[in-house]
């Protein structure tokens, strides 16, 4: 009787050690996927950054993105005042875009990613 009670306790303790095992494997499993969509959403704002980009230069060269899905190709000489505008935004995107990539390398730092 006390045998059966023994193999019974190991059991338990195998099962209970088996389970942690588990526990701390689906920890790390969602912790990967957490970081993955960080370093995703942070992929997709890089890339719609890049466009705003390529938009900013086709304005300053005096091309318009519109213009051009319609098949329009010609250049109309912006403003000096369109200009200073496009410039603002610029600039206004690019301390959002510097601020985005601090905190994106910041969240990595603290996930302990290089």
Not at 46 to 57: G, P, S, V
Not at 93 to 102: A, E, G, L, T, V
Not at 103 to 113: A, M, S, Y
Request: hydrophobic share 35%; charged share 25%; glycine share 4%.
């Amino acid at each position: 009787m006390k045998i059966i009670i023994v193999i019974i306790f190991l059991a338990l303790i195998g099962y209970i050690l088996e389970q942690r095992r588990h526990i701390k494997f689906l920890n790390q499993v969602n912790f990967n996927q957490e970081t993955r969509h960080i370093m995703v959403k942070h992929q997709q704002y890089l890339l719609e950054h890049q466009i705003d980009t390529y938009k900013f230069a086709l304005e300053t060269l005096g091309y318009s993105q519109e213009q051009i899905n319609k098949g329009d190709y010609t250049r109309h000489e912006p403003s000096p005042e369109h200009l200073q505008k496009i410039v603002e935004e610029f600039q206004h995107n690019q301390s959002i875009y510097r601020s985005k990539n601090i905190q994106f390398e910041t969240e990595l730092e603290l996930r302990g990613v290089e």
